[in-house]
Each structure stands twice: as structure tokens, then as C-alpha cells.
């Protein structure tokens, strides 16, 4: 979906810590040319120890690596194939905000049933207020009645446009957000921070706008006692619609050939069962496209019935801990599966030798040998009892290992690992999840990446049934430690933006990190920020990073790193691209010439033009020049801004060495021609033959010094002219 701000909205205030006025900068409000002298030092802020930087830089240096994983790229679902960012399936319409086209909510609603009588209360609320906020259970379509309402008001034909679920409702009324016969949505709404009585004060003037504008609000939301007394006048509790109804509308849509007697009454009896819409509708998709015995395999759900089963025989200690483990662990070596079962058991046990009940009884009948521990045969022994659940296959490791393959331990298939945490979040309580949680919280801090990685996607699927004890006991606490941690906490959050229901969560866990939560926190959420949740979240994600950069020197610097690391996993994506490029100079051409903010504005610029793309050891705005021709004015007011600042010779640098990776790729001349005019446009002719200048000195050195690299140079200002 389209991230299209209004070309002149503001992008929102960049503040922070009041601090004396920068020298260099100062220096740069009167030049009328480039100024002499070095570039101004990172951005105001108290210093930090050396190794604290060098713990941020290896944290940054293992989210590089995880992201690598897949595809080097950080956007999308992740999928099970074992790394932290990914292509996978496509987030529901309205989650990203932006722009919902009428091709995409038309696709969403193609099997759409409306609910009764639900809907028709909340379309009548919906005319009256301008407003209504549908409440209930996960997945029971509220997302796509939020879309349906709309639509039925507003007509097929309608532009919807999402909202983020961090928007305060009460800050709606006073912003320029609300246009004239626009249909809005928040889908997943994560609250409001003010008071009962002025929130609810507040929406009664957003109703009376919305109107007075003839436009139109639905706000999905679960059910939370604060937000229903918040928005009790406008709340519907939504139901899923009856799914055998549901099922017959999509056969008559996909027009599904008559089925033998038997063969229906089963797989109508089994959709009878499913709570969720998307079930039902998977089914009948099944159906058409591959038969009826391929339908009735989507809707046994095989794997649920294998899980259930196997834990509605009380495994014992033996059998249990090992899979728990596992569902936190999976596709390690087993090796280290084996050393870290050992250490929960220790866990378990230390809880045991508490006085308290223990996590399972044991089984007398398999106790151990005569001989010991060492002489049973436990590897054999629990992949008999797991099977179905678990198997074996051999994976290549990373690193020195790369090249030979270990056996690995991994769950029969992808579905399995959810289950398994929700079969153990569903039976077990305290006994269990105490020492689980403490071994969880020894691998976040001494695991290897790999192992971390493992650990943070449990943890994501955790958080879909135990929210709230995911982010007290795990998040806050690993958010504020080490590296080790702090990076676990982060791809967990991540991981979780895989569920569409948590990832408006994992944005508002995030954002609680940054308000006055220490600067632990607060690097946590400067390393968060990218990757899925800024490929979500764009505009929230540039405003708080926009927003860190203003704080002490170590929060500021891993905010730079993560706006560099925002561009360069937009590489891909050029609307996002333009976007992050665009913000960029908004912010610097709305700061004053001299000021600290500017400072800190042109240091952020610097790194992202200075920087290289994540997979190759060549210049990030090379490849951006090859594939995001709309970005080249962007690129262009960046460079000037630098030319005309005290970084004046990093600049040149840095557009030396853009030009010479791009010398032998004729195809960029055009481009390259367009970049020199967008500088031209940005600077006086002084200026511009300094510019002149400045770079016919740098293509003097050796590295630059080619046929090709001034070829290019001559397209950018024409001929270069000695002193």
C-alpha cells in the first residue's frame, strides 16, 4: 500500500535537550561559498566510554547479519526458514498506513460477508457520528468490516486512507489530517495516554468534526476495559459471521462443482468449527483449486490434532522439557539443543528444590539405566516418543562452519512450533514458565546469535497468547541490559510484526521505550525502529529516530545508524526510498542556519550519503542513482546542503567515490547529468565554481583518477578547470 504525505504536511517537530549553539555551525550562516575548515564533530551530548560504543556497534553488526539471512533485505512477514527479516505473505490492507486503493480493499472484501446484526448497528452508528469503534475478539473481521463500512457508505469507488495506530485520537481534530468526504481507518488501535474524562471529552469534538466534514472514522480495537469506558458511546462489539454461510457464499462466488453427499456433510461439519473468517475462506480456496481431498486436509488440521494429542497424554519431565525447549530453540545444532536442555533442566530443578510443585512428574518407568546418565539412550529415546512432532535434518552453520552441515532438530512442519507454544501456554502455569522464563532470560544473555535469533521468534509466538507477560518479564527487562540482549528484544520485536494484530503493539512497546524510560530503553528503540517496524510504520519510525538523534551522543549515534540502516533496507523500495531522502532535507531546511539542531541534521545526512548498501562494499547512493530515479532532487538538495556546510570535504569524498563506481555503466550519464543540475539549482555561481574546484582537486587522486570516473564528472559540471 501507497505511503503518500501530503506534499507540503509537516513531517512534525524534530526537538531536543537544550544545548549551546554549535561553533562550526554558527561559522556557516554567513558563507556565501563553501567555508575552510573541518566538518563539525557528532551532535551535543555527553560522552561515553569507548567500549560502550563498541558493544552498540556490535549489536548493529548482529542485526546486519541476521537480516542477511534472507534476501538482504529487512521489509516483510518473516517467514520459518530461519532469519529475522523476509519476504513472506502481505499485510492485510490498512495496516501500513497510507492510501487504501479501491483495488486492494475490493480484494480483501471478495468473499466478505457482512455480520448481522452487527454490522447494521455499527453502519447506522457510523452515519449518525461519523465514528464507531468496532470492538471483540482477534480475528473475527474487523479489519476487513472496518473496510466494508466504509465502502458501503462512501461507494466501491472510495480511496480508504489508514491512520497509525500510535495517532491520538484526540490530537485528530487539531491536525490536518482530516479532510473533507475521506473515509479513515485505524485497525488495531493501541490506546490513548491522556485522561478518562479529557479523552473522552476530545472525541466528542472529533465525532462533531468528522460531520461537519462529512468523513467518516471506524477504529478496530480489542476488547480492554480502559478503551471501552474511554469510547463506550461508540463501540460495537463485532462478531465473526456464521461460517457455514460464509463458506457457501464463497462456493457460489468461485462457482464450486457439487461434492458427493458424504464428502460435504464432513467438510461442512469441520467448517462449522472454524472461528475465524480467513479459515473458512482458505478452505473453499483449497477446494477449488485442488480438490476436494486437499480441502478436507486444510480443514482436519492434522497438526493441531497431532499436538493436542500428544500433550493429552501428561508427558513426563523427560519428554516436556525437551520440547519446550525446542519451541524456543528449533534449527539450532544439536549440540547446542542438547547443552541448553541441560541447563533448563537445572532451571527446573533449582525451582523444584524450592519447596514449589514441579514442572512435570517424572517417569518412573524410564528412569535411567544401571550405568548412568551416560549409557541412556535419550536422543533415541524422546525422538521416539515426539514422533510426528519432531525431526532431523542436517543445516549448514554460518561462519567458519559454513562449509559442512550439522544435524539439526526442527518441528515436522511450520505450524507446529505455534502450537506447541500455545499448547504449553494453555496447560501449564507457574512451575513451568518460572524456570522457562529464567533459561529464556540466560539465552538472551549468553546465547549465540544463532541461538538468540531462535529465542526471539519463540518469544514472538509467544506474545500472540501472553502479551503482557512477554513485555514484563522479557522485553522491559532484556530492553534494558546488554548488547545480547537488547538485540534479542529487538528481533522479538520484529518477529511479532509477523501477527498483524501485535505489530500496532510492537510499534506502541517501542514508543513507550522512548519517552523517559533511561537511555537503555531508548537505544533499544533507536535499534528497533528499522527493519519490519519501519517498513510498517514509516513516518513514526523517521520521526522518533529524527526525534533520538537530538539526545545524548550514544543515543544519537545509534539513531543515525538506524536512519542509515532505514535507507539502506529501503533500497529495494523506492517509494520508501524518496520518502526517507525526503524527510531528510525537510529537516534540514527547517532548521536555522547556526543552530545545534542543524548540526545534528547535517551529521545524519552525512552517514546516509556516506554510507554503502548492506550487501556489497560499494556506495549505498550509487545503487539509488541506478534505481530510484525519482530520488536523484533529493540526493541532489542533500549534497548541497553538505557542500555549503564545514563538511564540505567529506561531501566531495563521498561524490567521488559514487561517481566512480558508477564510471563503467554508461546507462547512468542521463542521471548523473540530472544529480549536477538538481546542485546547480541549490547554489550561487560562486558557489558552483567551487564546487568545481573542489572536485577537480579530489579526482586528482588515484583511486578516482580515470578516463571513465571523469567522464561521468564532466556530465555532472562539465569539463574540470585546473587552478
Not at 558557489?687 to 579530489?698: C, G, S
Request: with cysteine; aromatic share 6%; hydrophobic share 40%.
Amino acid at each position: 500500500m501507497a505511503e503518500t504525505p501530503e506534499p507540503d504536511a509537516p513531517y512534525g517537530p524534530v526537538t531536543g535537550e537544550p544545548a549551546p549553539e554549535d561553533p562550526a555551525g554558527a561559522a556557516e550562516a554567513g558563507a556565501e561559498y563553501f567555508p575552510p575548515g573541518p566538518g563539525p564533530g557528532p551532535g551535543p551530548g555527553g560522552g561515553d566510554e569507548p567500549d560502550a560504543h563498541e558493544q552498540d556497534n556490535r549489536g548493529y553488526d548482529e542485526l546486519r547479519d541476521v537480516q542477511q539471512l534472507v534476501n538482504n533485505n529487512f521489509y516483510g512477514v518473516v517467514d520459518a526458514s530461519g532469519a529475522a527479516f523476509g519476504f513472506g505473505a502481505a499485510s492485510s490492507p490498512g495496516l501500513t498506513p497510507g492510501t487504501i486503493e479501491p483495488g486492494e480493499a475490493a480484494q480483501a472484501l471478495r468473499f466478505y460477508v457482512p455480520p448481522r446484526p452487527c454490522f447494521d448497528e455499527a453502519l447506522t452508528m457510523l452515519r449518525e457520528d461519523g465514528l464507531v469503534v468496532l470492538t471483540g475478539q482477534d480475528d473475527c473481521g474487523r479489519g476487513a468490516g472496518a473496510l466494508a463500512l466504509l465502502r458501503t457508505i462512501l461507494g466501491d469507488r472510495a480511496r480508504l486512507r489508514s491512520l497509525s495506530p500510535a495517532d491520538a485520537l484526540a490530537e485528530l481534530t487539531a491536525s490536518r489530517v482530516l479532510k473533507p468526504g475521506q473515509g479513515y481507518v485505524i485497525l488495531d488501535y493501541v490506546g490513548e495516554l491522556q485522561v478518562e474524562a479529557v479523552q473522552a471529552y476530545e472525541i466528542r469534538r472529533l465525532s462533531e468534526e468528522l460531520r461537519r466534514e462529512g468523513s467518516y472514522l471506524v477504529v478496530t480495537a480489542d476488547d480492554t476495559t480502559l478503551r471501552r469506558l474511554a469510547l463506550r458511546d461508540h463501540c460495537v462489539r463485532w462478531r465473526a459471521p456464521d461460517p457455514v454461510e460464509l463458506f457457501r457464499h464463497c462456493g457460489e462466488e468461485l462457482a464450486l462443482a457439487d461434492l458427493e453427499p458424504d464428502t460435504e456433510k464432513e467438510l461442512l461439519d469441520r467448517v462449522a468449527e472454524q472461528r475465524r473468517p480467513a479459515d473458512v475462506v482458505a478452505v473453499a480456496l483449497a477446494l477449488s483449486h485442488k480438490g476436494p481431498e486437499e480441502a478436507l486436509e486444510t480443514v482436519r488440521d492434522r497438526d493441531r490434532e497431532r499436538v493436542r494429542d500428544w500433550f493429552g497424554k501428561r508427558p513426563p519431565a523427560d519428554d516436556l522439557l525437551p520440547l519446550a525447549a525446542l519451541a524456543f530453540l528449533e534449527g539450532v545444532p544439536e549440540r547446542t539443543f542438547e547443552k541448553e536442555c541441560a541447563v533448563l533442566a537445572a532451571h527446573v530443578r533449582a525451582w523444584e528444590q524450592s519447596g514449589e510443585a514441579p514442572a512435570a512428574e517424572p517417569d518412573p518407568a524410564t528412569g535411567a539405566p544401571p550405568g548412568g546418565a551416560a549409557a541412556d539412550q535419550s536422543r533415541a529415546r524422546w525422538r521416539e516418543r515426539s514422533v510426528g512432532l519432531v525431526t532431523t535434518e542436517y543445516r549448514y552453520g554460518p561462519g567458519r562452519e559454513g562449509g559442512r552441515s550439522e544435524r539439526c532438530l526442527v518441528f515436522a512442519s511450520p505450524r507446529v512450533r505455534g502450537l506447541v507454544i500455545a499448547e504449553l501456554h494453555e496447560l501449564y502455569g507457574y512451575a513451568l514458565w518460572y524456570p522457562l522464563r529464567r533459561w529464556l532470560g540466560h539465552l538472551a544473555l549468553h546465547g549465540d546469535l544463532g541461538a538468540r535469533t531462535e529465542v526471539a521468534r519463540g518469544v514472538a509466538l509467544l506474545a500472540r497468547h501472553a502479551l503482557v507477560e512477554v513485555d514484563e518479564y522479557l522485553l522491559k527487562v532484556w530492553s534494558d541490559g546488554v548488547t545480547s540482549q537488547r538485540v534479542t528484544a529487538v528481533l522479538t520485536l520484529q518477529f511479532m510484526c509477523d501477527a498483524d494484530r501485535l505489530a500496532p503493539q510492537a510499534l506502541n512497546i517501542v514508543l513507550g521505550w522512548v519517552d523517559n524510560r533511561g537511555a537503555g530503553r531508548a537505544l533499544s528503540a533507536a535499534m528497533a525502529l528499522p527493519g519490519r517496524l519501519g517498513s510498517l510504520y514509516r513516518l513514526d519510525a523517521l520521526y522518533w529516530l529524527w526525534f533520538l538523534t537530538q539526545r545524548g551522543e550514544r543515543i544519537a549515534s545509534s539513531a543515525r545508524r538506524s536512519l542509515v540502516l532505514l535507507l539502506q533496507t529501503a533500497e529495494h523500495d523506492p517509494e520508501h526510498t524518496v520518502l526517507v531522502l525526503r524527510y531528510t532535507r525537510t529537516v534540514i531546511e527547517r532548521t536555522a542556519r547556526g543552530s545545534r539542531e542543524r548540526s545534528i541534521a547535517l551529521t545524519t545526512a552525512l552517514q546516509l550519503l556516506e554510507a554503502t548498501r548492506l550487501d556489497a562494499a560499494e556506495p549505498l547512493t550509487a545503487e539509488l542513482l541506478r534505481s530510484v530515479p525519482d530520488g536523484v532532487r533529493h540526493l541532489g538538495a542533500l549534497w548541497a546542503h553538505l557542500l555549503h556546510s564545514g563538511y564540505r570535504g567529506k561531501a566531495v569524498t563521498a561524490l567521488c567515490r559514487t561517481l566512480a563506481r558508477l564510471r563503467d555503466d554508461p546507462s547512468v550519464t542521463g542521471t548523473v547529468r540530472e544529480l549536477g543540475e538538481a546542485l546547480r539549482d541549490a547554489m550561487t555561481a560562486r558557489q558552483w565554481a567551487a564546487l568545481r574546484h573542489h572536485l577537480t582537486i579530489a579526482l586528482r587522486h588515484p583511486e578516482h583518477a580515470l578516463p571513465t570516473t571523469h567522464r561521468l564528472a564532466r556530465a555532472l559540471i562539465g569539463p574540470p578547470r585546473g587552478r
